[in-house]
């Protein structure tokens, strides 16, 4: 066995902007809502993007030895069911992001090539993206090193563009540009003569909260990075302060050149792109073939990080016996090989049903594909918050390296969250102006059929175990921190007793 590769912290911030950032969550979110969209990001940095880091590097220092990150991280206060429970459901709602994320590498090449946007039929863009995702499975099972080289090329470019476009927006406005949409506060309101509900808000909230998130996928990094875990904080909370201001800013900045209603799903990123070069006098032509080659790579860098990590997180550290040890044995590179591929025999079917919806739009097809995989990217993170909150309630004496505050602040915070998460995901999972049987089928029957599945499998598991190793089949279901709590507070009464405690 080859020994692992490690990582430097640039590596692991442009990481961070490729799981987290990209430009088109700037441009899904104004095409919906326009300028409000900015306040909204801003908004969901300061109580949710910012929090939920500091949260995840709370568990990092929890679980220094954990390979997958989120399982660990839940065990620790719910145990063993609802941490299988919560690496299921963030590999099955991951399942779905590639439905989203996966048109769009062959919506960007078109552009990339053509400069212009060509018409794809959807039914050959799921074809494609059978391909492409088959290549990219194959490359993510070479481990961190190997996927670091292909997010920090795609991710730097992305920000870098990002930069650009705020500077050329600041300079335009310098410049006595009329903005193409009303850039003050009173155009930054929810106008329902717009067609534009309270309820749709709620929707697109939830893109919103999608759109600042994904840090805790690069928790299954933490072995593979140098400096450890002070390293990690560090990286994160720049990273999340730096992606939450480039949202809020791009987004305002936005209506500079393009007016909301002349940008859609599909070509908004290219159209604002050209605005602001032809106000500048240069090519709008060439600078969609540019904007095209930086969005084709970022998004595959993109697609790296999220083939590889959430197959980690489920299948590298669940309880041995759970599933067949070919199934979940990893390579020298700490991968689930086999579990990669089974993921890719899954996706392969859902690749086909959005475009039953969709008919031959490829803007169609996108916005069914967002709104679910928005709605169901709020799963995982409202389960890490509950094991969170279960954490400071019940476990708080467990001892780590940092703490989010006080034991009445982080309940606070996490109380908040869930709320706020169940209402963004009912909103997100019944929207407005989508077919009901499309609803019903891909949004709720999809939902209930994986969950239910992954809650029967592993009731089998402990039906099994506790017919083996009732004592073992106990450990298994009980919090990992409830050992580590209870010693750290007898062990703070007997210090408080006056007695003499030596630690290891």
Partial sequence: MTERKNIGGFILFTMVIAAVFNFRNVINNYVAIGTLAAPAFFIATIIYFIPFTLIIAEFVSL??????????????????????????????????????????????????????????????????????????????????????????????????????????????????????????????????????????????????????????????????????????????????????????????????????????YENGVFVTMAAAAEHFGISGSFTIRIVGVIMLAATLGGLMIW???????????????????????????????????????????????????????????????????????????????????????????AGRSFVMGGRRLGLTIASFLVILFAICFVAATFPEDQALWLTLVYNVGGVVVFLGAGMVWYQRYIRRLRAQDPEAAERELRPSAFEQSAANAAQDAAVGQGDTVVSA
């Avoid at 990339?112 to 391909?131: C, F, L, N, P, Q």
């Avoid at 044995?329 to 086909?352: D, H, K, T």
């Fill in 63 to 264: 679980n220094r030895n954990s390979e997958s990150g989120v399982y660990q991280w839940v065990r620790s206060s719910l145990g063993g069911r609802w941490a299988f429970f919560t690496a299921f459901c963030y590999w099955f709602v991951n399942l779905f992001y590639f439905i989203s994320l996966l048109p769009l590498i062959i919506v960007y090449a078109t552009y990339m090539i053509a400069g212009k946007g060509v018409h794809v039929e959807t039914w050959a863009i799921a074809v494609i993206s059978i391909v492409i995702f088959f290549i990219a499975t194959w490359i993510s099972t070479h481990g961190a090193a190997w996927i670091g080289k292909v997010t920090s090329f795609g991710a730097t470019l992305m920000l870098a563009m990002a930069l650009v476009f705020i500077v050329a927006a600041v300079l335009a406005l310098f410049g006595g540009i009329t903005a193409a949409n009303d850039l003050s506060i009173a155009g930054m309101k929810l106008d329902p003569s717009s067609g534009l509900t309270t309820w749709a808000f709620l929707g697109t909230l939830s893109w919103i909260i999608q759109g600042v998130g994904g840090a805790e996928s690069i928790g299954v990094y933490l072995n593979d990075l140098r400096g450890g875990a002070k390293a990690f904080v560090r990286t994160i909370v720049i990273a999340g302060i730096t992606i939450g201001l480039i949202y809020t800013i791009g987004t305002w900045l936005m209506a500079v050149f393009v007016d909301k209603n002349d940008v859609n």
């Fill in 307 to 397: 083939t590889s990590a959430p197959v980690k997180i489920f299948f590298s550290e669940i309880p041995k016996g759970v599933f067949g040890e070919k199934l979940v044995a990893l390579n020298e590179q700490g991968v689930p090989v086999r579990g990669a591929w089974l993921q890719f025999a899954i996706v392969v079917p859902l690749l086909v049903i959005p475009t039953l919806g969709a008919g031959s739009s490829v803007d169609a097809l996108l916005k069914i594909v967002i709104n679910m995989t928005a709605a169901t990217a709020l799963l995982p993170p409202a389960l890490i918050l509950i094991a969170y909150w279960k954490l400071r309630k019940t476990y708080d004496a």
